[in-house]
């Protein structure tokens, strides 16, 4: 499953920006947001994509500060190589390829670590193992930041696009391999206290914007 998910994002990493940006990036932005990195922190993205969030973050930490990367594919962490040297920020930007989880970083490594559209691509039997791990590597008190599609709220039905993207995913995985996740249950249940929570739509489906400690 990996080596699919993998090569299907390399295939892509080039048009990304074009399929996805114009519709996900307010809510990225609204993640970075709500994240709010300091001067000095240290801070790690799984799944960068095409490296848009990692070159806010690093101006946004500076260089006494820390960014770290992580995605399972070559061809994004091209895209995102490219990216950050056009920014001049390459040196300040520790970018790995792999798959997670695990994390291939130490204990209380980080001060916050951040996710946009990237968790809901998990299984979900696998998402509690992402969570963990975010809470292994975060320090004391540090924050999880995450921006995905949600599922609707108690009482609330779902448009017809989202129900068409769900029965998308349940049938062809491999065409639409994202679908709709109950974000701020799955975080608390992973022991994470909600600081900020948000939500706004896109294209009629839900999107959750949530930071937790
Ligand atoms: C939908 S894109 C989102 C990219 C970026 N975060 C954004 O908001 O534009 C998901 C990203 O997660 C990466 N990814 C998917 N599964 C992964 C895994 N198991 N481990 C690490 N990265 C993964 C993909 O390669 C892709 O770059």
Redesign the pocket.
């Known amino acids: 499953m ?1 080596n699919v ?2 090569q ?3 295939r892509i ?1 080039h048009v ?2 074009l399929i ?2 114009g519709g ?2 307010l ?2 932005e609204k993640g970075l947001q709500a994240l709010n990195a300091q001067r000095g922190e240290s801070v790690l ?6 490296g ?2 990692l070159v806010q973050l690093a101006n946004a930490v500076g260089v006494q500060g820390h960014v770290a990367g ?4 070559p ?2 962490r091209d895209v995102t190589h490219k990216r950050l040297a056009d920014a001049g920020l390459q040196d300040q930007v520790e970018l790995r390829v ?4 695990p994390l291939p970083f130490a204990d209380e490594s980080f001060d916050a670590v951040t ?4 968790l809901e ?2 299984p979900m039997e ?1 998402i509690p193992k ?1 969570l963990l791990e975010c809470r292994r590597v975060l320090k004391s008190g540090g924050r999880l930041g995450i ?1 995905s599609m949600a599922t609707v709220a108690d009482g609330d039905t779902e448009s017809p696009l989202e129900r068409t993207y769900i029965w998308m995913h349940s049938h062809f995985p491999h065409i639409v ?2 679908r709709p996740i109950p974000l701020e249950k799955l975080m608390r249940q992973a022991g994470f206290q909600l600081s900020s929570l948000e939500r706004i739509d896109l294209f009629t489906m839900p999107v959750a914007i949530v930071v937790g400690t």
Do not use: K
């Open positions: 990996a998910t993998q299907f994002y390399d990493s990304y920006d996805a940006d996900e990036h809510a990225r993205e799984i799944g960068y994509g095409t848009h969030s992580i995605d399972i594919s061809g994004m792999g798959a997670v989880p996710m946009s559209f990237t691509l998990f696998t992402v921006v391999d994202c």
